[in-house]
C-alpha cells in the first residue's frame, strides 16, 4: 500500500471542474447533443462491431472492434455536436442562456465522472500491481465507484468482459440433481467475515492466448492460494489482489488442467489461510464468495443441490474433460 498524498486525488478534482466550466462554455444543448450522438455511435457500433469482427481473422478482432467502435463515436459526436450548437443558437438569444450554460456544465461534469468510473472499474483487472494500487488508495475514485449502482456496475463489467474476450469457462455436460430454487435469506456470521478476507481476485493477462484472465481465489497456507487453472492458463505473472485493493505479484506453481486446479505462490501474502472444510450435504445453506465477471467482491447465500462427478465440456473446443467433482449450487 502506499503512503501519503494519492496524486489521484488532487489531479481528479481538477479535472471535475475544468469539465464543469467546459460544459458552461458549451451550454447543456451542445454537451447533451454530443452526448446523444455518442449514444447514436455506440448503438451503430453494436451493430457494426459484431459484424466487422466475424468478418476478419482472430489475430485482428481487438484492432477491428476498436478501429469500428472509434468511427462510430466519432461521426455521432460530429452529428450531435451540430445539432446542439444549432439549438444553442437560439436559446442563447434568450433570458434563458445562463441556465443553459450552468446546466450544460453540470451535464458535462456528471459525464466525465462516470467516465471515470468506467475507467477505473475495467482498469482494476489490469495485472499491472502498480496501477491496481493507485487505484484501490485513491479515496476519491473509491468513492465514486461505491456510489455507482450496482446494476451500473455489473453492466459496466459486463461489457468490459466482452470486449477483452475473457477465457472461457468449462461448462458442465449434464446436472447432477434436480434444480431448486434459490434462497431468499442470507447468512452472516464472524466466521464467514473472516473468510472473505481471504477470498482474493486473480489476475492475469495471457499474451498468446490474445486475452486478460481474471477469476476468483482463495489463500490455503502461508504464501499460497488455490484458483482454478482455466484462470491462469497461459499466464505468466499473475496478480493477487484481496478485496480492499492490495496486490501482490505470484508465480504458478503447480497447474492440473484436467482437475481444473492450480496454486500460485505468493511469497510476501500476509492473508490468514483457510481451514479446509468437509463436504457440504445437499439442502444446505452456504455462501459463496468471489469476484463474479470481474467485478468487485461478493458474498451470496446459496443451496447445495448436490455434490458428485461429472464432466466438464471445454467451451472453446467442446472436447470433454475428466470426471470431476463439483459442487451445484442454487445461486
Given at each position: 500500500?502506499?503512503?501519503?498524498?494519492?496524486?489521484?486525488?488532487?489531479?481528479?478534482?481538477?479535472i471535475?471542474?475544468?469539465?464543469?466550466?467546459a460544459?458552461v462554455?458549451?451550454?447543456?444543448?451542445?454537451?447533451?447533443?454530443?452526448?446523444?450522438?455518442?449514444?447514436?455511435?455506440?448503438?451503430?457500433a453494436?451493430w457494426l462491431?459484431?459484424?466487422?469482427?466475424?468478418?476478419?481473422?482472430?489475430?485482428?478482432?481487438?484492432?477491428?472492434?476498436?478501429?469500428?467502435?472509434?468511427?462510430c463515436?466519432?461521426?455521432?459526436?460530429?452529428?450531435?455536436?451540430?445539432?446542439?450548437?444549432?439549438i444553442?443558437?437560439?436559446?442563447?438569444i434568450?433570458p434563458?442562456?445562463?441556465?443553459?450554460?450552468?446546466?450544460?456544465?453540470?451535464?458535462n461534469?456528471?459525464?466525465?465522472?462516470l467516465?471515470m468510473?468506467?475507467?477505473?472499474?475495467?482498469?482494476?483487472?489490469?495485472?499491472?500491481?502498480?496501477?491496481?494500487?493507485?487505484?484501490?488508495?485513491?479515496k476519491?475514485?473509491?468513492?465514486?465507484?461505491?456510489?455507482?449502482p450496482?446494476v451500473?456496475?455489473?453492466?459496466?463489467?459486463?461489457?468490459?468482459?466482452?470486449?477483452?474476450a475473457?477465457?472461457?469457462?468449462?461448462?458442465?455436460?449434464?446436472?447432477?440433481a434436480?434444480?431448486?430454487?434459490?434462497?431468499?435469506?442470507?447468512?452472516?456470521s464472524?466466521?464467514l467475515d473472516r473468510a472473505?478476507?481471504?477470498?482474493?481476485?486473480?489476475?492475469?493477462?495471457a499474451?498468446?492466448c490474445?486475452?486478460t484472465?481474471?477469476?476468483?481465489g482463495?489463500?490455503?497456507?502461508?504464501?499460497?492460494?488455490?484458483?482454478?487453472?482455466?484462470?491462469?492458463a497461459?499466464?505468466?505473472?499473475?496478480?493477487v489482489q484481496?478485496?480492499?485493493?492490495?496486490?501482490w505479484?505470484?508465480?504458478?506453481?503447480?497447474?492440473?488442467s484436467?482437475?481444473?486446479l492450480?496454486f500460485?505462490?505468493?511469497?510476501?501474502?500476509?492473508?490468514?489461510?483457510?481451514?479446509?472444510?468437509?463436504?457440504?450435504?445437499?439442502?444446505?445453506?452456504?455462501?459463496?464468495?468471489?469476484?463474479?465477471k470481474?467485478?468487485?467482491?461478493?458474498?451470496l447465500p446459496?443451496?447445495?443441490?448436490?455434490?458428485g462427478?461429472?464432466?466438464?465440456i471445454d467451451?472453446?473446443?467442446?472436447?470433454?474433460n475428466?470426471?470431476?467433482q463439483?459442487?451445484?449450487?442454487?445461486?
Amino acid at each position: 500500500m502506499t503512503t501519503g498524498i494519492n496524486l489521484l486525488d488532487i489531479a481528479i478534482p481538477i479535472i471535475l471542474l475544468l469539465y464543469f466550466l467546459a460544459g458552461v462554455r458549451s451550454g447543456f444543448f451542445t454537451t447533451l447533443g454530443t452526448f446523444l450522438g455518442l449514444g447514436l455511435g455506440v448503438c451503430a457500433a453494436a451493430w457494426l462491431v459484431p459484424l466487422a469482427v466475424a468478418s476478419v481473422g482472430s489475430q485482428w478482432s481487438l484492432i477491428t472492434a476498436v478501429g469500428v467502435l472509434i468511427i462510430c463515436l466519432t461521426i455521432g459526436q460530429w452529428l450531435g455536436l451540430i445539432a446542439g450548437r444549432t439549438i444553442r443558437r437560439v436559446t442563447d438569444i434568450t433570458p434563458l442562456k445562463g441556465v443553459e450554460r450552468f446546466f450544460g456544465g453540470v451535464l458535462n461534469l456528471a459525464a466525465c465522472a462516470l467516465v471515470m468510473v468506467v475507467l477505473t472499474i475495467s482498469m482494476r483487472t489490469v495485472p499491472i500491481p502498480q496501477l491496481n494500487t493507485a487505484l484501490s488508495d485513491s479515496k476519491t475514485l473509491s468513492w465514486m465507484v461505491a456510489s455507482t449502482p450496482e446494476v451500473v456496475k455489473d453492466r459496466i463489467n459486463t461489457v468490459r468482459n466482452d470486449v477483452l474476450a475473457f477465457g472461457t469457462i468449462p461448462e458442465v455436460s449434464q446436472l447432477i440433481a434436480p434444480e431448486t430454487s434459490a434462497p431468499t435469506q442470507t447468512v452472516e456470521s464472524a466466521a464467514l467475515d473472516r473468510a472473505a478476507a481471504s477470498v482474493v481476485e486473480i489476475l492475469g493477462a495471457a499474451e498468446q492466448c490474445g486475452y486478460t484472465s481474471t477469476g476468483s481465489g482463495f489463500v490455503a497456507d502461508n504464501g499460497l492460494v488455490v484458483t482454478n487453472a482455466h484462470v491462469v492458463a497461459g499466464v505468466t505473472s499473475p496478480v493477487v489482489q484481496d478485496s480492499r485493493g492490495r496486490t501482490w505479484p505470484g508465480t504458478v506453481v503447480y497447474m492440473d488442467s484436467e482437475q481444473d486446479l492450480a496454486f500460485i505462490s505468493v511469497p510476501k501474502l500476509p492473508l490468514e489461510p483457510l481451514t479446509i472444510g468437509t463436504n457440504a450435504t445437499a439442502g444446505s445453506l452456504v455462501t459463496f464468495m468471489g469476484y463474479p465477471k470481474g467485478g468487485p467482491f461478493k458474498a451470496l447465500p446459496a443451496t447445495v443441490q448436490g455434490i458428485g462427478n461429472t464432466q466438464t465440456i471445454d467451451a472453446d473446443t467442446g472436447r470433454a474433460n475428466a470426471m470431476r467433482q463439483v459442487y451445484q449450487l442454487a445461486a
